[in-house]
């Protein structure tokens, strides 16, 4: 079908000459940045219809912060009176909102009811339907509740309420600001004048610029796509695949089988409404890669070029995985829905969202999409096929890399490994750096003469290597199960990279296989091992081949099954070789025990099945400990002298030192592990096996004055000193000696850890491991602010905040640190915004140059790793929880002469229960429609199911705590995380919505029961399923009978009573007023019972209940008390005011459950009280440091609790004070 109205042509210059006198003054004031000046240029007529101007004054208007400017008077370019060939939308109607819902959502959020007015009397094309926080919250959640669509004028006068806005001398000086900006006024633009789409590469590439600055990918796409539709060049379409390709890199990776919901499931319809976010994400990527193929297509075409012919065959593959997930979440939506009752409302929601998403009128209609989609599927591979073959059969046989890859990939997609294979073993390389290569090969290298050769070369120019060839071979044949030619492809990679451990494993699953015969392949590896040990020539001995001695001897040990005997002789052969290995490599490098650690563990788990662990060891252990035990004994070098002084010795004494002090660690390190394995046994393997703490102190501090200058403090290289090894050993030591004490004799060994740390770091203060140890120890000392002191010390930065936060982001909360975690957070959360907008520029040039699988890997790591970061999501959820007990005297701004005295809740940001929380309300549910953006958790927890714990990636680096062996620092786990976050996001949505449902409640009349409204009963049915969903989700997260499932109850209920006094049984004769105030008498009595449970539960926790308050105030407490407070602004409404706690029944009810809740705030803050100072005694016999050294550390916790004190304290006392108004009386 196409479109039957006229198109004039799009408004430009009638010439160049024009052109450039014009446009020149533009172009100098927006490089001068006198935006100003470029506004005045744009708005002079007539120019100032001509598209490449607007598409300027849109740049100009939006660095000058006139957003919504920007984007109406973009949406008036790229939108209003265009229209598509063969299509009759105009821009006008309710299907370019859908088409262009990026944009329009976003001109909406930024809307008051004053531009709703003036768009209106500009004829912009503009029907905003303004929604308020409860509404916007719900569209993103696909909630199923109606939202009213009342009339553009209705709507306008109606936002100002919602909003807080009011028709102002201000707010009507700034409508008529945006009225004049506006450069279609009806006249230039008459309604019976409609355009073609935009299809200028310079108005296209200068409106894009605005679009990425507000990450609005998904409308730079749609805008590329229309242009393409309409024909352009190929400079656009080259543009078009790259902006295709970045907003894929926007949609999450999801891992749809189509067997995660069973409609026999009691959560099934939970499920559901949960997957309607994931369809959506899945139809948006299809679409993206659909488009980048469509755009790669055309451009092959015009261009006949080798890469764009790689495009096509990539993005078809792409496009074909995008449908496969797509079918499968389809056929699952069908298969579901089609089993459920027709005629439950959640049901008909779900139909209804579903169909409006994949474009049909009935549910029935998706088995016949699947069907096409299938169609698409299996001609989708052999297109690629069929494109890729062209590629690498080129007459002059520049055949590169990609191009190979390329080929390879379509046929394995398709299954075809043996025709994958012979086209593997064809292809010419690059040899390999080894002698003997064949000197043909040669010529296969390019051909380079200057950087011009690669600057004028499409695509990649590397031709395929021999290394890669055979990693290829290698794989391909293990899968078709060809293990000879796979053992020949890895022999002949040993025989040029021996210490590459991956090969040597593939080697073991090429030769070790029960065709060849498991014994024939385990002989086979090891003669091959001795073999290259044997013809070793360098200096230093390969690793590789000795350990992989011991790998073997692991794989025995690892099958045995047979008798005693045959055990007992493979453990010994396993005990031998790794007694070898540490002989021989001990004291050469100092990572000797990170490789044999796994093996100790395994001989250790062979050696003591399960159930014997508390009877003595094993004879295999035995001997290993006694042999550690001779190690250590024989590298021990200190000379107990008190006057030790710098030694200067010779090159050869300073190594043969350095070698034994490598052997010493080691042995301890061996001793260590093998006692950790016998857990019941630990402390005694340790005082039978070990050197004691004062003889390890002694080695450490021997060898400062034997190796000077190896960290030097001004200057040179920043690196370790060997010893700290053994300060990180002692530290280990006396943590595990802490844990078996009881808890009022735990401290020493700590403090002792902690003073031992404090001098390691002054002599080697580079060493991120003694800084991690140490925080570690001072954590469990309470001392929360010299950890994040040392945190900062070890300077943290770019990704590995996203790995290495974990360390302390959870301990700044448990220590009231509340606002450097939420700096931490937020520095997480901008992270994550940055890298999504490097990553696809960095990704698309990779695809320009045609390195087509490093972008597809750049692209795979934002959507599967960072998109979903577990980091990110816990970090929302700290913000979102600390926001209101921000302190400003911690602001960084502010000079030790401005500090702030009084620290009250909520002063900054966050709900407290004050009458800014409509408005905070508000930009909340605004702020939540980016994806990195704090409120998001809201929509994450509302998307979210039980089932979604493995949806987050878990990208905390767990490797930097390797020196962890006696005692391991206990992290929160992946569930952990999840679940709490999400629980974060149910609590801020519920909160967001009880505050806008008591801001629309209405005070009754005569006696009788308040009218109810559209508005009302929406909010109030919205507070009611979103209470629903979280007590759901809140039913898997919380241990039953702890203080947070109590003070969860307590939120609750608070949640139920402001939906029954506002909305009670309305439009039934039964519903009256009194009928209202006793069921939420009855809920407040509920929530008194909780209140005292927590408080009796928090009493029985013993001393240390510390860190235990910090964690309870923004989990529970605030958001509790934020509810207190609007439940009571409510009752005060209905005449039940605070001073009428003794004449209404609701009213005392509120007053006792806020007294009852005074209580448990006051016992708070008394434990917060009593966690403060440490006292200590030293003893003779066990101090490892001076008394210096103690008192030291000492002085960090105390400040570090007195911190921790001025931080918690005045929130908790603000409330406590605050409760105590519900005690007056009329």
Known sequence: MTSTKPLAPRPGPPNEQTSARVLHPIYQALDTHNYTKALKLTSVAPQNEWDIVRALRVHALGRSGKRREALVLLWEVVVKNVVLPGSEDDGLT??????????????????????????????????????????????????????????AESTAKAAATPLGKSTSAKSKGKASKSKGSTTSKGKATSKNVFFPPVTDETVLNTLAVTLRLEGFLDTVSEMFFQAMESGSDEHVLEEAVCV???????????????????????????????????????????????????????????????????????????????????????????TVLGSMDGANEEVKHIKESVTNMVGIQEVNELSSKCQKMKQKLALLPRLAESLSTRMVSKPDGNVSENDWDVYLETLLVQGKKDEALKVLEAIECTPMLMDGADKSLAGVLPLIDDENTIETHVGSILPYTQRKKLERIASLSLELSRYEQAEECYRELLGCFPDQWTYWLGLVDACITQEQGIEEGWNKCRSYAEEVIANDTQKHSLRGPHLFLVELASLKVKRSNGPSEEIEKNLAYLRGEICKYSEKFAPLASCCFADIRPYLCIL???????????????????????????????????????????????HDEARERRAKLRAYIFAIQFVYCLAAECEQLTLQLLEEYAPANKEIALEWRSSLTYLPGVAPKDGGQKEVLPGDEL????????????????????????????????????????????????????????????????????????????????????????????????????????????????????ASKALQNGYLFKARE??????????????????????????????????????????????????????????????????????????????????????????????????????????????????????????????????????????????????????????????????????????????????????????????????????????????????????????????????LEAAVLSVNKAQTSFNSGGDARGALVCQLLPNCIVPIY?????????????????????????????????????????????????????????????????????????????????????????????????????????
Not at 932 to 954: G, L, Q
Request: net charge negative; proline share 2%; aromatic share 6%.
């Open 1122 to 1226: 934020t509810m207190i407070e609007t439940t009571a602004r409510l009752f005060s409404l209905f005449g039940w005011g605070k001073r009428k706690r003794l004449t209404k029944a609701a009213a005392g009810a509120l007053a006792c459950l806020a007294l009852s809740f005074r209580s448990l705030v006051s016992d708070l803050l008394q434990a917060v009280t009593t966690h403060r100072r440490v006292e200590y005694g030293v003893s003779n016999e066990t101090s490892l440091v001076g008394e210096d050294g103690l008192n030291r550390v000492v002085n960090e916790i105390n400040q570090s609790r007195e911190m921790t004190k001025d931080r918690v304290d005045p929130f908790l006392d603000q409330m406590r004070i605050d409760l105590t108004s519900y005690e007056e009386e009329e």
């Open 244 to 334: 295709h390709f970045q907003a894929a890199c926007d949609c999450t990776e999801l891992k749809i089988t189509g067997d995660e919901i069973n409609a026999s499931d009691e959560d099934a319809l939970w499920k559901l409404q949960s997957h309607l976010p994931k369809l959506q994400t899945i139809l948006n990527l299809t679409k993206y890669y659909e488009r980048m193929q469509s755009s790669s297509l055309q451009l092959a075409k015009i261009t006949s070029e080798s890469l764009h012919f790689q495009w096509t065959a990539v993005s078809s593959l792409w496009y074909s995985e995008g449908l496969q997930q797509l079918v499968a979440i389809l056929e699952m939506f069908h």
């Open 858 to 1083: 750049m692209s795979t790591f934002q959507r599967a790793k960072m998109r979903p970061s577990l980091q990110l999501l816990y970090s929302k959820g700290v913000v979102m929880d600390c926001a209101s007990l921000l302190n400003a005297n911690d602001f960084e701004e502010i000079s030790s002469g401005e500090q702030i005295s009084s620290v009250k809740l909520g002063t900054e940001k966050g709900l407290c229960g004050g009458d800014e929380d409509i408005l905070r309300s508000e930009q909340i549910a605004i702020d939540s429609s980016s994806h990195f953006n704090a409120p998001c958790v809201i929509h994450e927890a509302a998307n979210a199911t039980s089932d979604d714990v493995c949806v987050y990636s878990d990208n905390r680096d767990m490797d930097i705590n390797y020196f962890e062996i006696l005692h391991r620092k206990q992290h929160l786990t992946q569930t952990e995380m999840v679940t709490d976050s999400l629980l974060k996001g149910h609590t801020h949505g519920l909160l967001v919505r009880a505050v806008m449902a008591v801001e629309a409640a209405k005070a009754p009349k005569k006696g009788k029961v308040p009218k109810s409204t559209e508005e009302i009963a929406y909010r109030c049915q919205s507070l009611t399923r979103a209470l629903a969903k979280a007590t759901h989700c809140s039913l898997v997260s919380l241990d039953a009978d702890s203080i947070d499932e109590s003070m969860w109850k307590v939120f609750s209920s608070l949640c139920d009573v402001i939906g029954v006094v506002i909305i009670g049984d309305a439009g039934t004769e039964s519903d009256t007023l009194l009928g209202r105030e006793n069921a939420a008498v009855r809920l």
């Open 94 to 151: 309710k299907k370019s909102e859908e088409v262009w819902s990026e944009l329009y959502e976003k001109i909406a959020s930024i809307s008051d009811a004053n531009d709703l007015l003036n768009d209106s009397s500009n004829n912009i094309g503009l029907h905003i339907q303004q929604l308020d926080a409860v509404q916007r919250l719900d569209t993103h959640a696909f909630a199923p509740v109606v939202i009213a669509s009342p009339n």
């Open 604 to 650: 250790s788990k062979a050696s003591c099945p399960e159930g014997n662990s508390g009877s003595p060891i094993s004879n295999d252990l035995k001997l290993l400990l006694e042999w550690a035990k001779v190690m250590w004994s024989d590298n021990f070098q200190a000379v107990d002298d008190s006057s030790q002084s710098e030694v200067e010795l010779s």
């Open 727 to 842: 300060v990180l050993l002692m530290s280990q030591n006396l943590q595990k000696t802490a844990s078996t004490k009881a808890s009022d004799s735990s401290a020493m060994p700590l403090l002792e850890a902690a003073a031992l740390l404090e001098e390691a770091m002054d002599h080697s203060p580079y060493n991120p491991h003694l800084k991690i140890a140490s925080m570690g120890v001072y954590l469990q000392l309470g001392a929360s602010h010299r950890a994040l002191s040392i945190y900062q010390e070890m300077g943290v930065k770019q990704i590995q905040m996203d790995s290495c936060a974990y360390l302390i982001l959870p301990s700044l909360i448990t220590g009231g640190l509340y606002t450097s975690a939420v700096r931490l957070s937020s520095s997480i959360l901008r992270l994550h915004s940055s890298t999504s907008k490097d990553i696809k520029d960095f």
